[in-house]
T-cell receptor, first 112, second 112 residues
Framework: GESVGLHLPTLSVQEGDNSIINCAYS??????FIWYKQESGKGPQFIID?????DKRQGQRVTVLLNKTVKHLSLQIAATQPGDSAVYFC???????????FGTGTRLQVTL | ETGVTQSPTHLIKTRGQQVTLRCSSQ?????VSWYQQALGQGPQFIFQ???????GRGNFPPRFSGLQFPNYSSELNVNALELDDSALYLC???????????FGSGTRLTVV
């Protein structure tokens, strides 16, 4: 079935370092992927998205890489800050209802 | 521009009871989706409404039902509550499909 999973459940990085969060997906027919950040007590917040016809997209301090050959996504956060501490999800868009299929998430902990 | 608002924020119900959760979509958004997020998990798609019609459903039993109103606000109804229904219920709205999804902060439902 369709699934989106993450390699690491918890990632701890020092403030100022770069963070890399990985995600594997299983549905090769998916054509759109989104990264979300979820802080405690809040709903998921859009970070960045990428379509399957691209392999890289950059935002402010964030970059998403897509490798369709191995069905892998990554989110890179440059100069990680304490405010980046949260759970990060990748989501895969599937179906006519354009439903989001989320993985279980990776918790990013930023240490001072 | 207001975001997505959900009510109530927290709710405690007894097993077997019925519950109604409410969502006001972001201004200009005509599509509303509902997700269930169990503790420590990623959100799971329940269903989507577009122009007052159900437009896709996830793997949830019929006791999960919904409505969308002419002003695009929405309700999620759950009958015969079970303990496993305890979760954060998220509403997300968009203009079309998953592009520009905005999530609310959710309703935390506890079934005892």
């Amino acid at each position: 079935g369709e699934s989106v999973g993450l390699h690491l459940p918890t990632l701890s990085v020092q403030e100022g370092d770069n963070s890399i969060i990985n995600c594997a997906y299983s549905n090769s027919a998916s054509d759109y992927f989104i990264w979300y950040k979820q802080e405690s007590g809040k709903g998921p917040q859009f970070i960045i998205d990428i379509r399957s016809n691209m392999d890289k997209r950059q935002g402010q301090r964030v970059t998403v890489l897509l490798n369709k050959t191995v069905k892998h996504l990554s989110l890179q956060i440059a100069a990680t800050q304490p405010g980046d501490s949260a759970v990060y999800f990748c989501a895969e868009v599937t179906g006519t209802a354009s439903k989001l299929t989320f993985g279980t998430g990776t918790r990013l902990q930023v240490t001072l | 521009e207001t975001g997505v608002t959900q009510s109530p924020t927290h709710l405690i119900k007894t097993r077997g009871q019925q519950v109604t959760l409410r969502c006001s979509s972001q201004s200009g958004h005509n599509t509303v989706s509902w997700y269930q997020q169990a503790l420590g998990q990623g959100p799971q798609f329940i269903f989507q409404y577009y122009r007052e019609e159900e437009n896709g459903r996830g793997n949830f039993p019929p006791r999960f039902s919904g409505l969308q109103f002419p002003n695009y606000s929405s309700e999620l109804n759950v009958n015969a509550l079970e303990l496993d229904d305890s979760a954060l219920y998220l509403c997300a709205s968009s203009q079309t499909g998953p592009y520009g999804y905005t999530f609310g902060s959710g309703t935390r439902l506890t079934v005892v």
